[in-house]
């Protein structure tokens, strides 16, 4: 079989079995303990989505599993509220000591990322084989603190460059088993997303001004032409969220079509339109809903996004599962870098 021709490779595609009705009772028995124990029920609460949404999402009639225990959490969350408390505090102090913790904050972001992705990848298995994250504090500096800097210095213009140097960092250094993953996608696909939406960007806002103009010109009034005012405001909010997510989507193709992995790799082929409306209905719904209706939205968005994302050669399933095995990583660190959100994801 031609591994070098996508068409004639196997295909596997994965399914989302998740329903809203179901993850509704588990989302409000969870909101509900979280606020009658002032937040501590929380990690008992992530556990719970999360091993929900992982045994939802299948592959070849195996789910994904979600291993982590809510007191490796809980303990995380009360050590970075803690570091949180001192930090305000110290603005009380003195401005130089706030400063200084900010600054350490940053020395130690890396090390809180790796922690982060460690634990997610750790606590994430398919088949008993666990995923992995190997990456080292001088590596992660690179791309979290060096790349940053060089971001601002070219004034935006490296961004692109960024987010695909981010991405092969978190995949290249991601693991199944024993076995590496593998990132295929260059710099000028990013680029190009980039550059189309930052055309789309312009394009909406020389439309928004042409009509501002037009609206305020001497004798508008008096032509019948309409003031611009809540509607057209709401126009261009609306047609701004769907350059973004034309971005956000073209990020996400491009990052999961570039994934190897023992002879295989996956195809992503989210579409803008659908992810839109998606996104823009879900939206208005939770509103309308007064947020009840976030666990239908959820589900929703994840059932497309993950039916969306097919395994391409996948014969070698069986070869790369026969092969696995489970690499352990050290606990430190991984709780707090769980709680303050530094995990980032692919």
């Known amino acids: 079989m031609d591994q070098s021709n996508p068409l004639l490779q196997e295909r596997m595609s994965f399914r989302f079995t998740g329903t809203g009705a179901e993850y509704f009772k588990i989302w409000i028995v969870n909101v509900f303990l979280t606020l009658i124990t002032l937040g501590i029920y929380s990690a008992w609460a992530k556990v719970r989505r999360n091993r929900y949404l992982y045994a939802s999402t299948r592959l070849e009639n195996a789910s994904f599993e979600y291993l982590a225990q809510p007191l490796q959490i809980l ?9 949180l408390v001192v930090y305000v505090a110290s603005e009380y102090v003195s401005p130089l000591l706030q400063l200084a913790e900010a600054l350490a904050f940053l020395i130690f972001l890396p090390w809180l990322v790796i922690r982060g ?14 995923f992995g994250f190997r990456a080292n ?3 992660a500096a690179g791309i979290f603190i060096l790349w940053p800097i060089l971001v601002a210095l070219s004034l935006g213009m490296l961004y692109p460059a960024y987010v695909w140097r981010r991405s092969k960092f978190l995949v290249e250094f991601s693991a199944f088993g024993a076995q590496a993953f593998g990132f295929t996608a260059t710099w000028r696909g990013f680029y190009l997303a980039y ?6 960007v312009v394009g909406i806002v020389v439309l928004i001004v042409a009509i501002g103009l037009a609206a305020f010109a001497p004798g508008s009034e008096s032509s ?9 405001i709401l126009a261009a909010l609306i047609a701004l969220l769907a350059a ?12 999961w079509s570039a994934l190897e992995i023992g002879g295989m790799r996956t195809h992503s082929e989210l579409r803008t339109p659908a992810m839109f409306w998606i996104a823009f209905s879900s939206m208005i719904a939770i509103v309308a809903s007064f947020g009840l209706l976030i666990p239908w939205a959820t589900v929703r968005m994840m059932r497309y996004r993950v039916e969306r994302l097919t395994l391409l050669g996948s014969e070698h399933l069986d070869e790369l599962l026969g092969a696995g095995r489970s690499v352990d990583v050290g606990a430190a660190g991984e709780e707090l870098s769980d709680l303050l959100g530094v995990d980032v994801a692919v």
């Open 117 to 130: 992705r460690a634990f997610t990848l750790r606590n994430s298995a398919y088949r008993n084989i666990t």
């Open 195 to 200: 550059i189309k939406f930052v055309l789309l």
């Open 224 to 232: 019948g032409m309409p003031m611009p005012g809540p509607v057209a």
């Open 75 to 83: 303990k995380g969350r009360l050590i970075a509220v803690g570091l």
């Open 244 to 255: 973004l997510t034309y971005i956000h989507v073209a990020v996400i193709n491009l990052t």
């Open 137 to 139: 504090y001088r590596e």
